[in-house]
């Protein structure tokens, strides 16, 4: 038997539960939670006969453990819960309930961004393409855009296609998706701001994408549900769509815009694309631009695209800070 220095917290609850007989050992299981139960009796099941001077420890840091926590008064999201648990059933405690809940600020799916994009997408790939829908609703989108050009192309459409047709999400299956990480990645404490689904949620993602990612999961989409697919892609603002927006949006664009990325992303657009923008600086700044381009020579494609996403999201911060108008009108809407 190891050291109790090296005995794991799941080791020595089994060993105390062993210690302290039936009646007792019952009354502190019915505390716990089921996977909790779990482990604990599989390492009963695992563990062989124990020696007393072990035994006697575990007791020991038991008693100790106790006695420091006696005089201690614990707060967190499950004591709320059960305080107003106690003041009786209402629609004014579940509403409060459910508020605590969503705004607890230290969250599974927060901790579980933080880890390397390769440890989380190699983790993903054993998953069942539900669970990772689920997993993404959680997650920020430019975390979910930079995990999915990590899995295959038919898991991608797959994942994408879920999200999009996801309902509201039971907190139980939350729940249990939450101890899966913790399993997979460590002690992360739960409660999330709650799960965003639908297509609005796809069209997002998508626009953080390669662009490799984002043909290849509307196409396969569309071939599924064109319906959906044309929903998606009317909430994406995708590069072409630079196009459609009206002259004055345009000069606004062109003077918040990295230049490095402009000469970059420009190259190799279509003849339409840079008229758009060349027609909406000055003449010295369009020569100008024009001539770094012819400067720069050949370059990777992946490096296009890159500056192209730059400039989606540039135009997209402006959008949201009020700057421009990126919402194309109806005819219904204009007045001549």
Known sequence: MKDISRLSGIEKAAILIMSVGLKSSEMMLKTMKTKEIEKITMEVARMGPVEPSIVDAVIKEYHQLMNTQRNMV???VDQAEEILRSLGESPDAEKIAKRIRTTSVSTVFDEFQEVKVSHIANFLRNEHPQVIALIFSQLRVEKSAELLTHLD???QSEVMHRLAVMDEISPDVIAEVEDVIKDNFGGMSTQGEGARTGTSIVAQILNGADAAVEKNVLDTITKRDEVMANQIKEQMFLFEDILLLDDRTM???NLEL???DLVVGLKGSS???MDKFFSNMSGRAAEMLQEDMD?????PLTDVKESQQKIIKKIKEMDEDGKISIRILNEDELVQ
Request: charge should be negative; avoid cysteine.
């Open 295 to 299: 400067a720069l020579g050949p370059i």
């Open 153 to 155: 192309e038919e898991l």
């Open 258 to 260: 990295d230049k490095n």
């Open 74 to 76: 614990n707060g967190g």
């Open 251 to 253: 000069q606004t664009i």
């Open 271 to 273: 003849k339409d694309l």
